[in-house]
């Protein structure tokens, strides 16, 4: 059985710094695509930045030049590196893989306090 795992979220003020890891378990298969999302409260879940194999990062405006995704293709691991945080930033953090299934970690809070 495939498992997410993320670590790595915390509380931090404003234009600090955060790390986000994940690891996923269970699998015999590198992954497609391995990224992060992320839902705030009474907000829809949204892309915060995915890695495909091959392909350059993909960020929305909202965080792209601040957060910086890495993997290690060969461990299924997905990082997020998140500079000068900002109080919106505040959710909880998903990390998420592709293969034949989409799968989806247990999730992680970020809160960034003014």
């Known amino acids: 059985q495939v498992q997410l795992v993320e670590s790595g979220g915390g509380l931090v003020q404003a234009g600090g710094s955060l790390s986000l890891s994940c690891a996923a378990s269970?699998?015999?298969?590198?992954?497609?695509?391995m990224g992060w999302y992320r839902q705030a409260p009474g907000k829809q879940r949204e892309l915060v930045a995915i890695k495909r194999r091959d392909a350059r990062p993909i960020y929305p405006d909202s965080v792209k030049g601040r957060f910086t995704i890495s993997r290690d293709n060969a461990k299924n691991t997905v990082f997020l590196q998140m500079n000068s945080l900002k109080p919106e930033d505040t959710a909880v953090y998903y990390c998420?893989?592709?293969?034949?299934?989409?799968?989806w970690g247990q999730g992680t809070q970020v809160t960034v306090s003014s």
């Open positions: 998420y893989a592709e293969g034949s299934y989409a799968y």
């Open positions: 269970g699998i015999t298969f590198s992954f497609n695509g």
